[in-house]
């Protein structure tokens, strides 16, 4: 039922991967994948985030293995980090351009914007997940914050929603299709769960089916996102990486 051409979220040795961009993209090219996305994490993230001396090395490695391979198109993607209420993320806005895919995600690692910052985007999403507080707010805060990011940076793919912090799935989803987002199954956390699956197929959203993968070997191991979709009921055509949906968009068909 679902076909996947492209990886579009895997991490290497300038994150926290343990194989090189080349590794990954052999591993692609053995399960046949038309396309593979290198995505490490942005620059604020805490000992794994990507340097800015990085970026000239990684596209040159990119450009070069997309000179050495015809079956394959290599992308340098980034998974930049959500690191203020207001929306910013951890990609200063002359850097953007430099890549050609770019994800965004909640994670505990990246540095905050400010103090505030990392009070409500930090450790009250912490307290909240351990069970030591509950702020009814928190929530919406969460979840207006991920939006602000959407509405102000060209984010493709919105990694792991639900995993790390609560958010509202339905405004979320309605925000995502808005914005032209699609939001990810990671096959790796099991996020998006089922639930948040059926409630973001009925707000129209698109979605993105990953690996998440941090050896070469998990690249393009898409099993429990596939999982995930099939039980969903989500038809291969709002998947972005899947052949269905790539094959319409060659032809100009809307799917909406």
């Known amino acids: 039922m679902y076909k996947l051409a492209i990886d579009y979220h895997t991490h290497t040795r300038y994150s926290h991967g343990r194989g090189t961009i080349l590794d990954n993209v052999e591993a692609a090219r053995a399960k046949e994948l038309k396309s593979i996305a290198i995505t490490d994490h942005g620059f604020r993230h805490f000992l794994f985030g990507i340097t800015y001396s990085d970026i000239k090395k990684m596209r040159d490695e990119v450009t070069l293995l997309n000179q050495r391979f015809s079956d ?39 540095r905050p ?67 032209c987002t699609a939001l990810e199954i990671n096959s790796s956390h099991g996020y998006m769960n089922l639930e948040h699956v059926k409630i973001a197929l009925e707000e129209g959203a698109s979605f993105a089916i990953t690996s998440d993968a941090h050896t070469p070997d998990q690249v393009g191991d898409f099993k429990r996102g596939i999982e995930i979709a099939k039980a969903a009921g989500v038809p291969p055509c709002r998947i972005i990486n899947s052949i269905e949906y790539i094959d319409l968009h060659k032809k100009g068909k809307k799917l909406r």
Do not use: C, Q, W
Request: charged residues 30%; glycine residues 8%; proline residues 3%.
């Open 113 to 179: 914007a400010s103090f505030r910052d990392g009070k409500e985007r930090i450790i009250k999403n912490v307290m909240d997940k351990l069970g030591l507080m509950h702020i009814d707010e928190l929530r919406e805060r969460n979840t207006n914050a991920v939006i602000r990011a959407l509405e102000r940076h060209p984010i493709s793919i919105l990694t792991h929603p639900g995993a790390k912090i609560d958010i509202d799935s339905r405004k979320l989803a309605k925000a995502a299709t808005l914005h």
């Open 72 to 110: 394959i198109d290599v992308l340098l993607g980034v998974e930049s980090n959500l690191i203020s209420l207001d929306g910013d993320i951890d990609i200063p806005d002359e850097y953007l351009g430099f890549f050609d895919v770019i994800l965004m995600g909640f994670h505990l690692g990246a």
